[in-house]
């Protein structure tokens, strides 16, 4: 892998979630990268609006990193890789598990199917 330039980091507003925002920070700060946010409204999230997860990722986005969001619908894997593929990221940062309906699995049923599916490299935050 060359030099990380764009970070895809899907959020949903679980706890997880959140950690995998503060490692692609930390990452983003250390590579000078970019960080592409984005939420993928679904049955499983629909009840989250999605300027809620972006306000609280706002606060911690330090103004020196250049930051945006998306917002999708439909299949959360499928999204959450179209979205790569078309902003041309380098990596993908995801939390283990999200807000699904398997929360004791140990690692969530979008993690893996965008671990199996994705071209580039999946980091997964526990």
């Avoid at 030099?3 to 503060?22: E, H, Q, R, T, Y």
């Avoid at 283990?96 to 935050?125: C, D, H, N, T, W």
Wanted: aromatic share 6%; with cysteine; charged share 25%.
């Amino acid at each position: 892998m060359g030099k990380i330039n764009k970070i895809l980091v899907p959020v949903d507003g679980s706890v997880n979630g959140c950690k995998a925002v503060d490692e692609a920070i930390f990452f983003a700060e250390k590579c000078k990268a970019e960080i592409d946010f984005v939420y993928v409204s679904s049955n499983i999230n629909k009840d989250i609006p999605s300027h809620i997860v972006f306000d609280r990722i706002w606060e911690k986005v330090p103004e020196t990193i250049k930051a945006e969001k998306h917002v999708e619908t439909g299949n959360i894997p499928k999204a959450i890789l179209a979205v790569a593929e078309s902003q041309k990221s380098d990596i993908i940062i995801m939390g283990s598990r999200g807000l699904g309906l398997f929360k004791g699995a140990l690692i969530g049923s979008v993690s893996q199917k965008v671990v199996e599916e994705s071209k580039i490299p999946v980091m997964v935050v526990k």
